[in-house]
């Protein structure tokens, strides 16, 4: 047997105390991972804007401003939000089943994150071959996405504390 392997038969509630402790750490790594991608989205959203000052495109300019202040909010939220677990003196207590919804719901977090990246990334494509058609409708359409990732992240404060599924 190896240590951590006894260590886990000798010790009443060793193996449930591991468990929650990876459930903790892939929560985090998936909202690490969720951060990196909306940073290298923003960073993409003001090439796009640099493009259109650029290009003159003043009607729009103030769209993508709005849009790239709240990707920056957003962005800060991700990265500032607690982890899904909670210490043992901590007052709000996370049960483990509640864990295991928090990761499918970050899952689902991702998934909203690379909609939003293709939506990015097609307009920055096609600014770069010299289109500049419907800029208006193209970045409203990712600003909605923005919006939609950021009410689904706000609801996961409600799937932390068991209110949701």
């Given at each position: 047997m190896r240590l951590s392997e006894r260590i886990a038969a000798a010790l009443p509630g060793f193996r449930g105390y591991k468990e929650k402790e990876l459930r903790r750490e892939s929560d985090k790594l998936i909202r690490n991972h969720l951060y990196l991608k909306l940073i290298k989205d923003k960073?993409?959203?003001r090439s796009i804007s640099?493009?259109?000052a650029d290009k003159r495109y003043m009607d729009v300019l103030p769209d993508v401003?709005?849009?790239?202040?709240?990707?920056?909010?957003?962005t800060e939220k991700v990265n500032h939000a607690s982890y899904g677990y909670s210490g043992f003196y901590d007052i709000v207590k996370i049960k483990e089943e509640n864990l295991d919804h928090m990761?499918?719901?970050d899952n689902q977090l991702l998934d909203n994150v690379n909609a939003l990246t293709e939506s990015i990334d097609a307009v920055k494509t096609q600014l770069m071959s010299g289109d500049y058609t419907n800029l208006k409708d193209k970045i409203q359409g990712m600003s909605d996405k923005l919006e939609l990732l950021e009410d689904a992240f706000d609801k996961r404060q409600e799937v932390i504390a068991g209110v949701t599924a």
């Open positions: 960073d993409n959203v640099q493009r259109i401003d709005r849009l790239v202040a709240k990707m920056d909010r957003i990761i499918a719901y």
